[in-house]
């Protein structure tokens, strides 16, 4: 028998900034338990300062002004609402692009969509499970915008948002490992996230990513109309990739033949990212034609390699995380139905716009 646990859904309306102060006062203790976290991650490498990390964290600042106002007005608000210093909620939005700098990445996951001939009723189904450090902060967050987009936010510590809009776009995302000499001072994956989900046409998301999106991320997209597109990127490339057969899967390595270079993903994970993204592949094709929401809640327990599995445990052999949480989204229905905490362990609930 499995544990029942609702997130409370925060309810945040109207300018980016109104939304940003809701966002910051209902979330503030998640939102400083997320700095303080991040801070001590990146210390456990080596002896460095807050004022070394906010200064790095800045360098970013000119980009993303450039790239999306709104998310800075957003910030702002954010900043205001829980009481912190605004270069405290960019180095949260920074925290991928820090982690790789100071070589603290823990961030994996298994994603997965499908559509068409392969689920039932040919509904497009989309998901991913994300392993991250124990402890990580976890809200879910509706957002209303003055021209009346709506959107389901789950936001991991803080800045890390997977997102289902009122348009029929949905995303998921999962990080890979690109050399420390290959960084620049693109815009952070977080920022560009918020700007793509911000889109009511799947096609424009896909394009926020491919002008912008240099980063360490794979982005899928899926649209209500049965739309799957998926972005490989470093920081200097990308590489956009199309379903096989109605289905995509991904987990933590580069699918990309020419984005390969230096990828160091066995190095962290001892090769389990191949054997998630060929386990889950394996399950979906076994019922081709017949995925329902509740198979794929099943699969996202998998234990298949554990605890390196794609519902992971901890591995005190190799740490590298465990499953926090577990999405899954119908973008035609603008449901999302969320795991917090471990699939095998505990329910999936309901949520909706």
């Known amino acids: 028998m499995k544990d029942s646990r609702k997130l409370p859904v925060h309810e945040c309306s109207g300018t980016p900034y109104e939304i940003g102060k809701q966002y910051g006062v209902a979330c503030r203790n998640n939102i400083i338990k997320s700095i303080n976290e991040l801070i001590v991650n990146i210390g456990m490498v080596r002896k460095v ?73 040919g509904k497009t189904i989309i998901g991913q499970n994300f392993d991250l450090n124990a402890g990580l902060s976890i809200d879910l967050v509706r957002k209303k915008y003055n021209d009346n987009l709506e959107q389901l936010s789950l936001v991991f510590g803080g800045a890390c948002e997977v997102l289902l809009n009122s348009a029929g776009v949905a995303m998921t995302l999962n990080v890979m490992l690109s050399p420390v000499k290959d960084q620049a001072l693109n815009v952070p994956c977080c920022c560009v996230i918020l700007r793509a989900m911000r889109q009511k046409r799947i096609g424009d998301a896909l394009g926020v990513v491919c002008a912008s999106g240099r980063s360490i991320l794979n982005y899928t997209f899926a649209s209500a109309e049965g739309d799957i597109i998926a972005i490989e990127t470093r920081p200097d490339d990308f590489n956009v990739l199309q379903p096989e057969a109605d289905m995509f899967v991904h987990s933590n390595h580069y699918l990309t033949e020419r984005l390969k270079r230096g990828d160091g993903t066995f ?45 992971a445990h901890m591995n005190p052999q190799m740490p590298r995380g465990e499953t926090l949480a577990s999405v899954i989204m119908i973008p035609e229905d603008k449901v999302m139905y969320v795991a917090w905490g471990q699939p095998c362990r505990y329910e999936f609930e309901e949520y909706k716009l």
């Open 49 to 121: 300062s807050k004022a070394e990390i906010l200064a790095n964290a800045r360098k970013y600042l000119p980009s993303v002004e450039r790239f999306d106002p709104e998310l800075i007005e957003m910030m702002k608000g954010q900043a205001e609402g829980a009481g912190v210093p605004f270069d405290e909620i960019l180095m949260l939005m920074c925290r991928f692009e820090l982690g790789i700098y100071y070589q603290r990445v823990t961030c994996l996951c298994t994603s997965f969509a499908a559509t068409g001939k392969v689920t039932r009723g």
């Open 267 to 311: 190095g962290l994970m001892e090769g389990d990212s191949y054997i998630r993204v060929q386990r889950i592949k394996r399950l979906m094709e076994r019922h081709y034609g017949d995925l329902t929401v509740e198979l794929m809640m099943e699969f996202m327990a998998d234990h298949n390699n554990y605890p390196n599995s794609i519902c």
